[in-house]
């Protein structure tokens, strides 16, 4: 059994910073990929960052500049750094990996639960 466990949402005003985190736990031999999506109400889940294992990164356009991926591999942990938030940032945020379990050994994609994040204006 995985878990990916998120922290670190809530509310901000327009320009302010927040930090997402998602621990990975249970029977893992690997963690490939990483990363976070956001997904509005009634809208499909768009990427909007991703890490590999060996820390390379990649961001949605939309976001470029203003938030970084991160992760820790010792810790199974994948952060999202936001600043200067707009109020279109304003979304439930998501936590993807790309996870290989112990036994079975087997690969699979996990999702976090889901943080909201809110910006005013």
């Known amino acids: 059994q995985v878990q990916l466990v998120e922290s670190g949402g809530g509310l901000v005003q327009a320009g302010g910073s927040l930090r997402l985190s998602c621990a990975a736990s249970?029977?893992?031999?690997?963690?490939?990929?990483m990363g976070w999506y956001r997904q509005a109400p009634g809208k499909q889940r768009e990427l909007v960052a991703t890490?590999?294992?060996?820390?390379?990164?990649s961001y949605a356009d939309s976001v470029k500049g203003r938030f970084t991926i991160s992760r820790d591999n010792a810790k199974s942990t994948v952060y999202l750094e936001m600043n200067d938030l707009q109020p279109e940032d304003t979304d439930v945020y998501y936590c993807?990996?790309?996870?290989?379990?112990?036994?079975?050994?087997?690969?699979?994609?996990?999702w976090g639960q889901g943080t909201k994040v809110t910006v005013s204006s």
């Open positions: 993807n990996a790309d996870i290989t379990t112990n036994w079975p050994r087997r690969r699979m994609d996990y």
């Open positions: 249970g029977s893992i031999f690997g963690i490939n990929d």
């Open positions: 890490v590999t294992s060996d820390s390379r990164t």
